[in-house]
Structures are given as structure tokens and as C-alpha cells.
């Protein structure tokens, strides 16, 4: 790692995408959500928009609906969880940058749990999106707090707490909707 490198959040290393030695290219990949974080501008838009699509198309494809649909959308979400905490963690140190826009494993999971609910139209994907993406920015209490937590875990449980509210609403919209 070299001093040259950004501690900008939204900056994304040169060198990272070509080839640099010492980069541990897993973690890049999952953490960048398959280059979904390299996508200008918003990365963490373009990483939910992504999850939004693979929710829906995987869904529709495994013939899941109701409760399997949820069932496999938390899955999701958990297991993108404990993959992107050391992934996070890793491409933050070897970037140099703090928090790095460009890693938007978080938004993914935190898209899919906000999704968790929801019927498998466009109108409810649609909804859990756009309120997924006001908390994320927002971040109410506790995901600021959280997001100061070190490495991976900050960078993944603001998210997954954005996602949390999202759901909440989600259901509320259900229950009286």
C-alpha cells in the first residue's frame, strides 16, 4: 500500500483496477458487489439497484413466493453479511480509505433485508428501494453510531440497521396499507 492512495470514501484506487499486486481479489470482487461499486455516479444506488434486480429475477426464476421467498431473501442478506464484514474489511485497508464508497456489499444486504417483506412485484420492490435508500442516507440512530464501529462491521451494520427501518416500514405499510 502506498501513500498515494485516496482516503476519499468514494474514491477508488487506479491501481486496484489494474492489476496491482497485493490486492486480495475475492474481497474486491464481493465487496464491489461484481463492480456494481465502480459504477458512477451514486455506487451505493447502483449496488441496491443491483440487489433489487437479482432479488427479483432470482425469485421469479426459483418459482419462490411468500414465506420460501422470505426465507431466502434473509438468507441472502445473512450470508452476504458474514462474507462482507472481512471482505469490507480487507479492501479498507488495502485502499487506504476509510469507508470507501466503491464497497457496496453493505447496501446489498441491507437492500435485501428491506426487500425481506415484500411481495414480488415492481410497485413493492420499488418501495422497499427508495426507502432503503432515504435511511441509508439519513442514517438515523443507531446506523450513524454504528457506522463508526472499525472495519467491516461498520461499514456492513449501518446498512443492515438502514435496511431494518426500511422493513419496519415495509411492514407497517402491509399491516394498514
Not at 486480495?24 to 441496491?48: D, E, H, K, M, Q
Request: hydrophobic residues 55%.
Amino acid at each position: 500500500m502506498t501513500s498515494s492512495l485516496p482516503v476519499h470514501k468514494d474514491s477508488f484506487p487506479a491501481s486496484a483496477s489494474h492489476g496491482a499486486a497485493g490486492k486480495t481479489w475475492w474481497a474486491w470482487v464481493l465487496a464491489t458487489f461484481f463492480g456494481a461499486g465502480l459504477i458512477r455516479p451514486g455506487p451505493g444506488t447502483w449496488g441496491s439497484l443491483a440487489a433489487g434486480a437479482i432479488w427479483y429475477f432470482g425469485l421469479r426464476a426459483a418459482h419462490l413466493t411468500g414465506g420460501h421467498a422470505m426465507a431466502a431473501t434473509v438468507a441472502g442478506a445473512a450470508i452476504l453479511t458474514l462474507i462482507g464484514i472481512p471482505a469490507a474489511t480487507r479492501v479498507e485497508r488495502e485502499s487506504g480509505c476509510t469507508d470507501p464508497g466503491f464497497v457496496v456489499i453493505d447496501e446489498v444486504a441491507g437492500q435485501w433485508l428491506a426487500l425481506a417483506v415484500a411481495p414480488l412485484d415492481w410497485r413493492h420492490g420499488l418501495a422497499a428501494f427508495v426507502l432503503f435508500r432515504i435511511f441509508d442516507i439519513v442514517k438515523p440512530w443507531p446506523a450513524r453510531q454504528l457506522e463508526k464501529l472499525p472495519g467491516g462491521i461498520g461499514i456492513m451494520l449501518d446498512d443492515l440497521a438502514a435496511g431494518a427501518y426500511a422493513l419496519g416500514v415495509m411492514l407497517l405499510v402491509q399491516r394498514w396499507g
